[in-house]
Nanobody, 124 residues
Framework: QVQLVESGGGLVQAGAALRLFCAASGRTFSSSAMGWFRQAPGKEREFVAAINYSGLGTTYADAVKGRFTISRDNAKSTVYLQMNSLKPEDTAVYYC?????????????????WGQGTQVTVSS
């Protein structure tokens, strides 16, 4: 069983930066692809970014490409999401997710483990 705990969310102004953290417990972290999703009020949960088990492969949603960076430190069992140039439309609860396999995926159904979420609010 893998448990995920997100942190780093908060209230910022448009144009600011935030770094989200996802701390994982369990022995399979280093062989698991990880992802970040977000859910705004009244909307479905959507894909943001994913990273493969080694950290050498990443992919992003078009809405965040060039502004967000996903990375991981397998020695610390932690995944990061660096968010720059934040916009009001980035406001959402951000969820960390983990897969049972090593290759990255962009679909919710491909992820087996989820954190409780961390709120990010961007004011205009």
């Amino acid at each position: 069983q893998v448990q995920l705990v997100e942190s780093g969310g908060g209230l910022v102004q448009a144009g600011a930066a935030l770094r989200l953290f996802c701390a994982a417990s369990g022995r399979t972290f280093s062989s698991s692809a990880m992802g970040w999703f977000r859910q705004a009020p009244g909307k479905e949960r959507e894909f943001v970014a994913a990273i493969n088990y080694s950290g050498l492969g990443t992919t992003y949603a078009d809405a965040v490409k060039g502004r967000f960076t996903i990375s991981r430190d397998n020695a610390k069992s932690t995944v990061y999401l660096q968010m720059n140039s934040l916009k009001p439309e980035d406001t959402a609860v951000y969820y960390c997710a983990g897969r049972g396999g090593p290759t990255l995926r962009t679909t919710r159904a491909d992820y087996d483990y989820w954190g409780q979420g961390t709120q990010v609010t961007v004011s205009s």
